[in-house]
C-alpha cells in the first residue's frame, strides 16, 4: 500500500464528504451548463486528485492500483464528468508517461500534472481507426532534430482542456499494424495542431471530447515517447489494462448510486396504499441490481489487487471492464423503470444517469473488443 490504513480511510472519507457536500448539488447545474464551475477543479486539485496514481516523487499520492479503485468507487457516485477531469491525468492521459517515459520526460510533465496545473489526453482513435486502433494512419515523419505529424484524432476526452497530448503515430509506414506505431508527447500549441469543435454528446455533459489536427506539426526528437520507436502500441495497450479497471470502479460506483436513490424513492413512493418497495417485483429489481453490483466490485478489487502484485491482469481487467458497464447499463435501467414516470423525466436526474452510463460499454475498448481480448487471452493460453 502506498498510504498507510489511516490516511487512506482519511482520504476515502473526505473524497465522499466532498461527494455528498459540493458536487452531487451541483450535478443539475453542470449538466445544463455544460462546464465544471473553475473554483470545483482546484478544489479537485488541492485534495490531490489530480495525481491519485503519479508518483510521490513528481508529486503525486502514487497509489496503487487498489487504493486507486477505492478512491474512483467514491468519486464515481456522481455525475461521471467530474471524474472525467480527472480521469485523463490519473489514466489514460499520464499512464504512458509513467509506464514507458524516459527520466527527463517524467521530470517535465508528471508535477503539473499531478498538481492539475496541466492537463493530459489521450490521443489513439482516429476517424477510420477505433476499435482497430493498430490500424491507424497519423503518420510521423522523421526529418533532422525530430518528427513531422499529420493526421487527425477523433473523440479525445479534455483535449479542449489539454496542455500535453500522448499521440499514437506511424513511424514505420512499411509496417501497417502495431509495430509501425510509436507514442510522442505533444504540447497544446505546437504550430501545426489545431481543436475541432467541441463534440455534442448523448451524455456526459460537462466532460468534452473533440477532434485533435495535425498539420504538418515540427515536434522536436525528445518527444518521442521513451525515446524508443514502434513501442507505442505496446504502451497503449499496458494504459489500456490499467484505465479498463478505473472505468470498472466508475461503473461500480455509479451502479451503486442509482441504485441508493431508487431504493429511497421505493421507500417514499406509495401506490395501491403502500410503498412501492414492498412490491415484490420491486424488489427483485433491486435485489438483482445490487447483487450485480456487488459480484462487480468484488471483481473489480480482485483484479486490481492481483495487478498491485505484479500479476498480468490483461484478461481480467477485460473481463472486470465487460462485466461492469454492462451491469452499469442494466442497473441504471432498472433505475429509470423503479422511478416510473418521474425517471423518465429530465429534473430528476436518473435519465441523466441513463444516457450518462451509455458510453461506459463503447470507450476504452467497445464490450464486443473486451470480448475478444478475453477469449483470445483464454485460447493463447491453451498453446
Ligand atoms: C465520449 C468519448 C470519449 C472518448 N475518449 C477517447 C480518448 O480520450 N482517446 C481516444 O483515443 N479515444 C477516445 N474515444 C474513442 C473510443 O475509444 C472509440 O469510440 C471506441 O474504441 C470505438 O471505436 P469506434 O467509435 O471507431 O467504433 P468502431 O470500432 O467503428 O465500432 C463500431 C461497432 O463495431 C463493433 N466492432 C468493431 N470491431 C469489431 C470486431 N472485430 N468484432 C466485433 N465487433 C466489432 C464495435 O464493438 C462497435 O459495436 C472516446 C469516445 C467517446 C464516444
New binding site residues.
Given amino acids: 500500500m502506498a498510504l498507510d490504513s489511516e490516511t487512506m480511510q482519511g482520504l476515502l472519507e473526505s473524497v465522499a464528504r466532498f461527494v455528498r457536500e459540493r458536487l452531487r448539488p451541483l450535478e443539475h447545474q453542470v449538466a445544463q451548463d455544460d462546464r465544471i464551475p473553475p473554483e470545483i477543479r482546484r478544489e479537485i486539485a488541492e485534495m490531490g486528485l489530480f495525481g491519485l496514481s503519479i508518483p510521490e516523487e513528481y508529486g503525486g499520492l502514487g497509489m496503487t492500483m487498489e487504493e486507486e479503485v477505492r478512491v474512483a468507487f467514491e468519486l464515481g457516485k456522481t455525475s461521471p464528468a467530474f471524474r472525467s477531469l480527472i480521469g ?1 491525468n490519473n489514466g ?2 499520464s499512464q504512458g508517461l509513467i509506464m514507458d517515459g524516459t527520466q527527463e520526460q517524467k521530470q517535465r510533465y508528471l508535477p503539473r500534472l499531478a498538481s492539475g496545473e496541466l492537463i493530459s ?13 493498430a490500424s491507424l494512419k497519423t503518420s510521423a515523419r522523421p526529418v533532422e532534430g525530430g518528427y513531422v505529424l499529420n493526421g487527425t ?7 479542449p482542456h489539454a496542455g500535453l497530448f500522448t499521440v ?1 503515430a506511424r513511424t514505420d509506414p512499411s509496417q501497417p499494424g502495431a509495430k509501425g506505431v510509436s507514442a510522442f508527447l505533444v504540447e497544446a500549441g505546437t504550430p501545426g495542431l489545431s481543436l475541432g469543435p467541441i ?1 455534442r ?1 448523448m451524455g ?1 455533459s460537462g ?1 468534452h ?1 473533440c477532434d485533435v489536427i495535425f498539420e504538418d506539426c515540427h515536434i522536436p526528437s525528445d518527444a518521442l515517447l521513451g525515446g524508443r520507436e514502434g513501442q507505442g502500441f505496446r504502451t ?1 495497450m499496458k494504459v489500456l489494462d490499467r484505465g479498463r479497471l478505473h472505468i470498472s470502479a466508475v461503473c461500480v460506483a455509479m451502479a451503486e448510486r442509482v441504485i441508493d436513490d431508487s431504493l429511497r424513492y421505493a421507500v417514499e413512493r406509495k401506490q395501491f396504499g403502500q410503498p412501492i418497495a414492498e412490491f415484490q417485483l420491486v424488489q427483485a429489481m433491486l435485489a438483482d441490481s445490487r447483487t450485480e453490483a456487488y459480484a462487480a466490485r468484488c471483481m473489480v478489487l480482485e483484479t486490481a489487487r492481483a495487478k498491485d502484485r505484479a500479476e498480468d491482469v490483461a484478461t481480467d481487467a477485460a473481463c472486470c471492464k465487460l462485466f461492469a458497464s454492462e451491469m452499469v447499463g442494466r442497473v441504471v435501467d432498472r433505475a429509470v423503470q423503479i422511478h416510473g414516470g418521474a425517471g423518465y423525466i429530465a429534473d430528476h436526474g436518473i435519465e441523466r444517469f441513463y444516457r450518462d452510463a451509455r ?1 461506459f460499454r ?8 473486451q ?2 481480448v478475453i477469449a483470445r487471452n483464454m485460447v493463447k493460453a491453451l498453446s
Fill in positions: 485523463t489514460i492521459g489526453s489521450f490521443a489513439l482513435t482516429e476517424p477510420e481507426a477505433g476499435s482497430d486502433a484524432k477523433r473523440f479525445i476526452t479534455n483535449a499514437f463534440d454528446k456526459q466532460s471530447t497503449a458510453l463503447i470507450y476504452e475498448g467497445t464490450s464486443q473488443i470480448q475478444i
